[in-house]
């Protein structure tokens, strides 16, 4: 079972960046592969970056390429995602989610989200 909890999101205007944290806690969390997704309002779920458990390394989704950097910190159980040029089409829910699998294609464990809102 693993718990996770996000933060550091908030309101922004354009152009600035944030840096969100996805802590987690239960057993041997830096296994896990953990990503970074986002949900606007009146859209789907979409996926912005992972990083995979024992040291497997990121991936990103092409839109996000050169806007965000997500990053591990396993002695702080804490998985970051770095976002920069934030534009009032960023505004979200943004999420973290964890699984065992190296690339999952279901994540089996979400944390509650953390809004971010950018304004013009």
């Known amino acids: 079972q693993v718990h996770l909890v996000e933060s550091g999101g908030g309101l922004v205007q354009a152009g600035e960046s944030l840096r969100l944290s996805c802590v987690g806690s239960g057993r041997a969390f830096r296994r896990y592969t953990v990503g970074w997704f986002r949900q606007a309002p009146n859209k789907g779920r979409e996926f912005i970056a992972a990083f995979s458990g024992s040291g497997g390394g990121s991936t990103y989704a092409d839109s996000f390429k050169g806007r965000a950097t997500i990053s591990r910190d396993n002695a702080r159980d804490t998985v970051y995602l770095q976002m920069n040029g934030l534009k009032p089409e960023d505004t979200a829910v943004y999420s973290c989610?964890?699984?065992?699998?190296?690339?999952?294609?279901?994540?089996?464990?979400w944390g509650q989200g953390t809004q971010v809102t950018v304004s013009a």
């Open positions: 989610a964890a699984d065992q699998s190296l690339t999952p294609t279901r994540y089996a464990y």
